[in-house]
């Protein structure tokens, strides 16, 4: 007799490639090494780690299996760019310096307005006043 486990329709992280996440492991620890551990998470631009993968990707094309830096795979490497991305995708949307045609820049704008006067609404604050730094005498 077993256990009962509701998990129908979760995601089987068992079925990930354990070279894939070894290997981007690997690479994100160089990284952490490099820099400091989470550092990605203070923020990077999207296009900086889209960059970054593109151009992992187009050595390895070529024919380079071996990041000259590191030693580690370009693949790896590539990998790990893409789940920094992912990360900043979801949690840091302020990053996002990808080109958007006029339309759409208008319209994150008209949607940020709205948040913000919805969020001074709800606080009871007006922008104007923290915005004005000039000296009251």
Known sequence: MSG??????????????????????KALTYGANK????NFRNGIDYTRLADAAMRHLTVWMEGEELDKES??????????SLA????????????DDRWKPESEKEQVQE??????QEFEKFFGLDRNRFLN???KK
């Open 4 to 25: 009962t486990k509701h998990d129908n329709g979760k995601p089987k992280l068992s079925i990930i490639p354990t070279d894939a996440l070894w290997g981007m492991a």
């Open 35 to 38: 820099y400091s551990l989470h």
């Open 71 to 80: 030693g580690n795979s370009h693949l790896d490497h590539a990998m790990a």
């Open 84 to 95: 920094m991305l992912k990360f900043m995708s979801v949690h840091r949307k302020e990053f």
């Open 111 to 116: 949607t940020y307005e709205t948040n913000i």
């Open 133 to 135: 730094f000039k000296d």
